[in-house]
Structure formats: structure tokens, C-alpha cells
């Protein structure tokens, strides 16, 4: 059965919380796969909407020698005036992030571009750089101790005591870690990276939080793409696993055996997307498809309805409205009319 203006499998927009409830859709995949070639580089005018800021600020930044000169940027280049834009926040002058960059080039060795490949911080108007997990002053060379007053009371305290902190500040930070590479596989895939980068960072974010079904459902969208059935379906049954209450995950895997001609099981994710999440018009609308392709007309009419409840107005609704009217005109013609169930009136 081909299935036409079907709504596909979607992306999970931050990592998945301890609260359960419904997550934010971020896009859509078509289903099915583009030949087109992930970008590899971005036009001025892209970078310039993509990031929000002027043709000012970036001429400016190439002026000051931050960035070099050029109509065309590469990946890493959109990093690095991520970088850029953060120190600017700062109010950190253009002339002391030169001088220290130049210095980081000097100190440390093997580093030619430090906004891409080191990670730039700043403490109020000072700039520091992150090498090997350490902070430095870049200017002076000098390696940077933060003993807070958290940092004091960690020292001063029980061996019991510390050690139990010690534990719930590494998996703090593991959890942060986590979805830092969540984010990042987001942001890879949105600037168009190459896909086996944003495969590289879910991995990394699912490896550091096991609880993380968002990267799951994020990853398995990737391979459904791929039509890599197999894979996405581990990816989805994973998600699954760690939180049943999931609609996302219960909509994406629907999908993927919607695609492999699994029904039964399409059909029974769907209901339990729904039955989770009853304003999720795309399931209705699959829903509506689904058994509308099975003949099972009375169902059909029934979530398309839902569907139209849900969105009244977009595109997508005169293709439901389409649908809803060829199946009247089949009824009828069929020989139905004159007991045709309320249903279809």
C-alpha cells in the first residue's frame, strides 16, 4: 500500500526530562530520502540569517582579523563565529580577543584556530581558554584555580560527605556533558553538517546519559532517513524501553513499520501515541490513512475528524478534507446511501 502526504517521523528538540509530557517537535523528514548532499559551505547571506547578526558585525570581526575574509563559510567557521558572538555578549573588545588568540597560538601548541578548536569562555570582561579540561589566562600562560566558596566547604568537609558530593557533581556534569552533545547533534543537523557527525553526537549524548531517550529518538529518526529500518527500530524500541510514556517515540516507530508494511504494529503505536497525547494531530491524520488504505472506512472518517478538530486550516487539513469527501462519494456509490451511517452525514 502507498501512502500519499503521509506525516513523517520528527525530532525531539532537547533532551528528555524525569517529567513525562509531551515534547516539542522540531521538524519533519520527508519520507522519503533526498539525494541531495549534506552543505558543506554557507553564502554569506545564510550565515548572516542563520546566526542573526549584521553584515556590520561581520565585516567588522574581518576587519579586526578574527575571522578571515571570504564569500564562502565552511562548518567550522559558523563555530567560530558562534564563539565570536558570545564573547561579544561580554562586551569583550574586538582588540583584546585578537591579542588573545594570538597569544593561545603562541602557548599552545598545535592550535591554529583556537575559536574552533579549543573552548573560549569569559569571567566578566577576562577571557579564558579551556585546554585539556584546565583554564588559562591566555596573555599571561597562567593556569587558573577557581577555589570558590562551594570548592572550600567541599575540602573542609567529611570524607563521607565529600565523596558523596564527588559522585552527584560527576554525574551532574556527565548529565551536562549529555546534553551538550544533544544540542550539538541539533545544531548539526540543522546547519545541513554531515550526517555522520550528528550520528557521532547522539551516540556520545546517549553514551553519557543511558536515560537519554531523546538522543534515541533523534538517532533513529537519522537512520529512518537513511532507511536504515533496522537500526532506527533499536533506536525507537530503546526509547521505549526507558520511558513506555513517550508519544514521540510511539509516532516515529509507527512510521517505520507504517514504511515496512507492519500495520498491526503501526496501528497500535499510533493509537498509543493519541491515547498519551490526544492533540497529536499527526498521528490522527496517519491514523486516517492507514485505515482508510485498510478499508476500514467508518475508523477513517472518524480520525480525520479528530484531525480536522486539531488543525482546521493548514495545508495539510484541505488534503484531510480531500480525503473525507472521496470517502462519502465511495459510500454512495457503493449503494449505501440510503442507510449511510450518521458518521459519514
Known sequence: MQIRGKRTVTLEHRAAKKTRGF????????????????????TRPEVLRMLGITERQLTGWEQHDLISKKKEFAFSDLIALKALMKLRESKIPPKKIRAALEAVRQKVGGISDPLTELKILSDGKTIRVEVSGQQMEPLSGQLLFNFDQAELKRLLAFPGATKKKEKEKEELAQKESAEFWFQKGLELEQTGAPVHQAILAYERAAQLDPLSAGA????????????????????????????????????????????RGDYGKATNHYLAAVALNPSYADAYYNLALLYQGNGQVMEAVRHWRSYLKLDPSSAWSAIARRELEKLKKSTVLDGKSSRTPSLLR
Open 23 to 42: 515534547r516539542y517537535v522540531l521538524a519533519c523528514y520527508n519520507s522519503s530520502v533526498s539525494d541531495a548532499a549534506p552543505k558543506e559551505a554557507y
Open 216 to 259: 534515541l529518538v533523534n538517532l533513529g529518526t537519522i537512520y529512518f532517513s537513511g532507511r536504515e529500518w533496522a537500526k532506527a527500530e533499536n533506536c525507537y524500541k530503546t526509547a521505549l524501553e526507558i520511558d513506555p510514556d513517550y508519544a514521540l517515540a510511539h509516532f516515529n516507530i509507527a512510521n517505520l513499520y507504517d514504511e
